[in-house]
């Protein structure tokens, strides 16, 4: 298998304030991160693709001045969650893929639960 | 894009029945269908895949099928235990996107 950690596991943060969330693969390289947003109740969404080296891509209706995300190296995506507010308050998950095409396979951070107060 | 429609949301069954949760997919280019098992906070937990050039896929109590023509993939659960009881995700992609895209869950109770 594969390991892919999160940090911070869990964080408050008053409103306004800014949030950086860690994804880092442990025992692998990987070129592109995912990002997903996970609302209580609800399904994974993917938010944005993060690429080591270049712009990310966001999806359609996720702000990216709001939501930064940085590649800085082959092991680790960071997700900075900007002027955080109550409705910001989710669980967020990154993944990073391990093989290549057909033999691909996505692996999950452990998440982290944002709570905006 | 790519839209996943999962059914249904919810499904009670008794110890040692079998449980089944059905997926379909819009995208055509869709090669990767994976099943993810979440429990309450956790991260989802891969417990099954199947590719686009096989049409089913066993590992012990755990199948799945795939029926391009119909664009759809199912997941199959037999001797449920109550351990089996949290929420289940499909999910799609393909070789050029990677990126996953998630049905809408089904919360699975196992009774004793």
């Known amino acids: 298998g594969a390991v892919v950690s999160q940090h911070p596991s869990w964080v408050i943060c008053k409103s306004g304030t800014s949030v950086k969330i860690e994804c880092r693969s442990l025992d692998f390289q990987a070129t592109t991160m995912f990002w997903y947003r996970q609302f209580p109740k609800q399904s994974l969404m993917l938010m944005a693709t993060s690429n080591e080296g270049s712009k990310a891509t966001y999806e359609q209706g996720v702000e990216k001045d709001k939501f930064l995300i940085n590649h800085a190296s082959l092991t680790l995506s960071t997700l900075t969650v900007t002027s955080a507010h109550p409705e910001d308050s989710s669980f967020y998950i990154c993944?990073?893929?391990?093989?290549?095409?057909?033999?691909?396979?996505?692996?999950f951070g452990p998440g982290t639960r944002l709570l905006v107060l | 894009g790519e839209n996943v429609e999962q059914h249904p949301s919810t499904l009670s069954v008794q110890e040692g029945d079998s449980a089944v949760i059905k997926c379909t997919y819009s995208?055509?280019?869709?090669?990767?269908f994976p099943w993810y098992k979440q429990e309450l906070g956790k991260r989802p937990q891969l417990i099954i895949d199947i590719r686009s050039n096989v049409g089913e896929k066993k590992d012990q109590r755990i199948a799945v099928t795939l029926n391009k023509t119909a664009k759809h993939f199912s997941l199959h659960i037999t001797e449920t235990q109550p351990e089996d009881s949290a929420v289940y995700f499909c999910a799609a992609s393909n070789t050029g996107r990677r990126a996953l895209t998630f049905g809408s869950g089904t919360r699975l109770q196992v009774q004793p």
């Open positions: 993944s990073a893929p391990k093989g290549a095409g057909v033999g691909e396979t996505q692996y």
């Open positions: 995208d055509s280019a869709s090669n990767y």
